[in-house]
């Protein structure tokens, strides 16, 4: 999902790294962390927000990383293409393709997409949901609430209390969901916090409702099933809840 970054990207880098517990110093079983990365702009290394792993600092990168890598459109910010140094490189003296303003109007419209509006949130079956949401420990990883800084030249997203549920922290999600590919301070298993805002809309909008970072998962219910590492107890808890309980956690998640 493309919408709501803008508002990720405005959350304060010294609060997210407040809300990290590489260490598990609160023995809760929960030892999220920053990935720190390398910001091509600045040339500094700045905390991770984007991509399944956390790999990239902002929004203006990230589009630039996407542009090169996903199609092949070389940048001032990646000016070489993915395929230098292979066979299939075009050998054409145009590079970069697209110029920085290209980019950044692209990056400004992924900032200032909105977030769809959650549904039926005072429904019984819903509230029953987000309480065992809370209940069983979800919140833990998937942080309900931030507050907003200020993302310079965009006042719509600066100072705001948002609800994405996700804390921008990784997490071991254990072996089952391991890709054996590290990245920055990622290891193989760990894996940003995926936001649940809009998530219910995933079948209206894609036509599908395939989750985690290979689609594994055919619905909600099978994404948190393969939950395993720092979530385990969590998945654990969630097995031994009753049929109806299971169904009102989903709702709840389906109402976001």
Known sequence: PVFGLGLLEAIRSEDIIAAADEMDLNRDGISGKVNYVWDVISETQQIGRFGWKANQPHLDQQTAAAFNGDMGITSPLFNLESCTGQSQQDGLNDDPEIDFHYVDVTSFYTKTLAVPAPRNLDHKMVQQGKQLFFEIGCENCHRQSWTTGVLPGIPEVSNQTIYPYTDMLLHD???GLADFR????????EWKTRPLWGIGLTALANGHTRFLHDARARNIEEAIL???GEATSVTT?????SAAERAALIKFLEAL
């Open 226 to 228: 393969w939950h395993g």
């Open 173 to 175: 999600m254990g072996p």
């Open 182 to 189: 590290p990245d920055y301070l990622a290891s193989e298993s």
């Open 237 to 241: 808890t969630f097995k031994h809840l």
